[in-house]
């Protein structure tokens, strides 16, 4: 057992180190990033909103799922009427699955049907890092006092199924829905499913 | 510009090979019996071959990823048993920790017949799955079709493919027990067996059970008096206490692979 100590104090630093940033109930960490018409948006500028942060790469077939059903691109619209501001962060680097060169990206992003607020290109990987970002789709929530109320996966069912939409739990709306009430979210931190982000 | 190379690919490679080829893989379906007999169990398999520098995944897939799904399309009373997971690999993609296969993987599966079958059956599946590669992750799938016809055994050129597969199957143990006890984030895991050449310690360590433990770092035994502990990390998803744990103990450490499950109390 002797032996084990110094291991278990090492990964507890660890743990300490990183788990800084995505914490539930703590500050969300401030942003800088350009949107796909070159325009810095900074969360500073969005507090007094609910803002949600949804990783997507758009040749990822979990990602695929949701924009060729429309359920990202339906969602995205609905919220808007409800005064989210919702972004929409690509962190593929350069010669990964789903990076746009940021000339072509908004018509890219159009024809994919994104009705975010802003899609934000995240190249470098700065953002996602700070976030934490594993996989796409992966959803956060930052309520209107600027702190982490929601960090998981859009719905139950981890597949790559259209079918399986509309038959799962739908964990980030729910999320949503409660923050926009004012009420406590249930499940505000489950494992997301997807492909990793291609960092 | 992928998924047109990827169909491109699959049209020309649909004629070299009988698997159906797509999302950088392919897979049929053998079966170790030519023929099978009314009422009884026929040992089939899905074998899948993944592209080099891709991997496909297992029945946890870890922090990203799918486990591959298999849905049937049988004529009335024949069934078909759950797809078994063969022992994985455990790798890192972007970061992220994973289980799965590389290259050449068999997932056996039981068909049986019903009392009443006769005569020549096509059979029908779908396998669907997710692969990766550090840059890219994309979906394939592939028809499964199956020809067996009644008659007495008569051993397939699979038979021996499908035979070797069984063996990387984990089979649950008898006389290995799992204890787990959880402080502070982290799980302490023990090992009690009284099987003389049983060495966890020189064995890789699989969890079962999803969003249990830290996928990030491999699972290491160590021999503590009459027992083996490890500690690990739980995972960061699991907020309640553990419930269950089921774990895949392979390697050279014992006979063949196994799976030891705890439950609370």
Redesign the interface.
């Known amino acids: 057992?002797m032996?084990?100590i110094p291991?278990?104090a090492i990964?507890g630093a660890f743990?300490l180190a990183t788990a800084h940033a995505q914490e539930i109930g703590k500050p969300a960490p401030d942003f800088t990033a350009k949107n796909t018409k070159g325009e810095e948006v900074a969360l500073s500028t969005l507090k007094g909103k609910i803002v949600v942060l949804e990783w997507a790469n758009f040749?990822?077939?979990?990602s695929k799922k949701h924009y060729t059903s429309g359920n990202l691109p339906k969602l995205q619209e609905s919220y808007a009427g409800k005064d989210v501001v919702w972004l929409t962060v690509n962190s593929s680097a350069e010669?990964?699955?789903g990076y746009l060169d940021p000339s072509k990206a908004q018509e890219v992003v159009s024809e994919k049907g994104n009705k975010a607020t802003h899609y934000l290109l995240d190249p470098a990987g700065e953002l996602g890092k700070a976030y934490d970002a594993?996989?796409t789709p992966h959803l956060f929530i930052i309520d209107a006092k600027g702190t982490l109320v929601y960090n998981g996966a859009i719905d139950s069912l981890?597949?790559?199924?259209v079918a399986d939409i509309e038959k799962a739990d739908k964990l980030f709306v729910k999320a949503l829905d409660a923050v926009i009430a004012g009420q406590p979210v249930e499940n505000a931190?489950?494992?997301p499913?997807?492909?990793?982000?291609?960092? | 510009m992928i998924a047109r190379s990827v169909l491109m690919i699959s049209a020309v490679s649909s004629m070299a090979f009988a698997a159906e080829r797509s999302g950088q893989a392919r897979a049929d379906w053998i079966s170790s019996s030519t023929s099978f007999q009314p009422g009884k169990p026929v040992q089939t398999a899905i074998r899948m071959v993944v592209d080099p520098g891709w991997h496909t995944y297992w029945s946890n897939p870890g922090e990203a990823g799918m486990k591959p799904k298999v849905t049937w399309d049988l004529p009335e009373g024949w069934s078909a048993g759950e797809m078994l997971f063969p022992v994985p690999r455990h790798f890192s993609t972007g970061g992220l920790a994973g289980y799965g296969y590389e290259g050449m993987v068999i997932f056996p599966v039981t068909l049986t017949p019903p009392a009443s079958a006769t005569g020549k059956m096509e059979l029908k599946g779908k396998i669907s799955w997710l692969s990766c590669n550090d840059d890219s992750c994309v979906p394939g799938s592939a028809e499964l079709k199956l020809v067996i016809h009644e008659g007495p055994p008569a051993d397939s050129e699979s038979v021996d493919v499908v035979a070797k597969a069984l063996t990387k199957i984990p089979k649950p143990a008898d006389r290995v027990t799992l204890k787990v006890s959880e402080n502070d984030g982290q799980l302490q895991l023990s090992l009690v067996s009284d099987r003389p050449s049983f060495d966890p310690s020189a064995c890789e360590i699989f969890p079962v059970t999803p969003q249990a433990v830290d996928p990030a770092n491999p699972i290491r035994f160590e021999k503590d008096g009459s027992s083996w502990s490890a500690v690990v990390a739980k995972n960061e998803y699991a907020t309640a206490p553990l419930r269950r744990l089921t774990l895949v103990i392979a390697g050279k450490g014992v006979a063949e692979p196994i799976e030891v499950t705890w439950n609370a109390k």
């Open positions: 057992m032996k084990l291991f278990v990964a743990a040749d990822c077939p979990f010669g990964k699955q594993k996989v981890g597949t790559t199924e931190k489950n494992q499913y997807g492909c990793t982000v291609k960092y």
